[in-house]
């Protein structure tokens, strides 16, 4: 390894920084290409647990065939330096694309529905990310997202927990309640980091903030969602049901796909209208049927009868209190 070069891949420019890597661009001169070059940061490379991230992504990729996941070329080391050789995305990150405000509720379903099946195909593998967060989508040059960095993932069969100094690795503004606490996960888990990355690109902000990573993650264990049509209320009224339903604190009560978020989030628009089966117009004109009715002939009241309005009984027009019931009927007028 020099300084411009690991293995055959020359460095062109570092692309990206994080606590457990750094991506570099490179070029490939075999095949004539960019690719992304993942190296262990140099302070970790006697960690074998981090050594031991590099070989699970590695073999976790290599599980999974979709074409919204990006692969890896290439595993190497030179010089005691692991190495993973990954497809080049020029287009950035999701993460990136979130600095410039929220998204259009099309433009967030649209990314959600080519991500559901390449998250279904990993959970259908066994391959649950864990780790799933804007920084960890990519885009093509057509604007196509894709999953990266399955470093953390966690195998079925592996019974490890993957912890770091007695600490379960993952980010905590993503973090479903049940991996905050330590438990068993399935897909759901990494299905209710999609809906806080949708709530995120619909209203441009994180549902739960606070001043310490165990301050989020209690948030999540612990506090409602805040109702995201408060905040966006030009989305559509089913997008709020969605949004509850996903990000459910009990993972039994999510979606179990994330096609089938991703279908119900696409149908939200017309969950208004699912009563009703026609297709609205002009109001229907009602046919009133004309009731046929007969004059009460004037001769059956005397002339001077009165009429007791408390009991309806016919009085003498010269009487003032009713002979039924004794109700005043007249006042007399004083001038």
């Given amino acids: 390894m020099t300084a411009l070069k690991i293995g055959r891949y020359e460095i062109i420019e570092e692309i990206g920084r994080g606590g457990m890597a750094t991506v570099f661009r490179a070029f490939d001169p075999f095949f004539q290409r960019d690719v992304a070059l993942k190296v262990i940061p140099r ?3 006697h960690d074998p647990t981090f050594r031991s991230r590099f070989q699970r992504e590695a073999k976790t990729v290599a599980l999974l065939e979709h074409p919204a996941i ?8 030179e010089d005691d330096q692991p190495y993973l050789v990954m497809r080049y ?21 649209g990314i959600v529905n080519h991500l559901a099946p ?36 966690k195998l ?8 770091t100094g007695g600490l379960i690795i993952g980010t905590p503004s993503y973090m479903s309640p049940e991996q905050a606490n330590g438990e068993t996960l399935d897909g759901r888990s990494d299905i209710y980091a999609l809906g806080i990355i949708v709530f995120q690109m619909l209203t441009g902000r994180l549902p739960f903030e606070a001043n310490t990573p165990l301050g989020i993650i209690m948030k999540h264990i612990t506090q409602p969602i805040p109702p995201i049509l408060e905040i966006r209320p030009d989305l559509p009224a089913g997008c709020g049901m969605v949004m509850d339903q996903v990000l459910a604190k009990a993972a039994a009560d999510r979606f179990s796909l994330a096609t ?3 279908k119900a989030l696409s149908e939200a628009p017309s969950f208004h209208n699912k009563n009703s089966t026609k297709p609205a117009g002009r109001p229907k004109t009602l046919k009133l049927k004309r009731l046929e009715t007969k ?7 005397p002339d001077e009868a009165i009429i007791c309005p408390k009991c309806n009984t016919e009085n003498d027009g010269d009487r003032r209190l009713c002979v ?8 007399d007028c004083p001038l």
Avoid: M, W
């Fill in 89 to 109: 995305l020029p287009g950035g990150s999701l993460a990136d694309r979130l600095k410039q405000g929220e998204f259009s509720f099309e433009a967030a379903s």
């Fill in 260 to 262: 089938d978020f991703a």
């Fill in 43 to 45: 302070e970790f490379l």
């Fill in 295 to 301: 004059p009460i002939p004037v001769d059956t009241v």
């Fill in 324 to 331: 039924a019931c004794g109700n005043r009927l007249k006042i």
């Fill in 156 to 163: 079925n069969e592996e019974r490890t927990n993957l912890t």
């Fill in 70 to 77: 990006v692969p890896v070329y290439d595993v190497g080391e």
């Fill in 118 to 153: 390449a998250l279904d195909e990993a959970h259908k593998s066994g391959v649950i990310h864990r780790d799933l967060k804007p920084d960890n989508i990519l885009f093509d040059q057509q604007d196509n997202p894709y999953v990266t960095d399955f470093g953390i993932a």
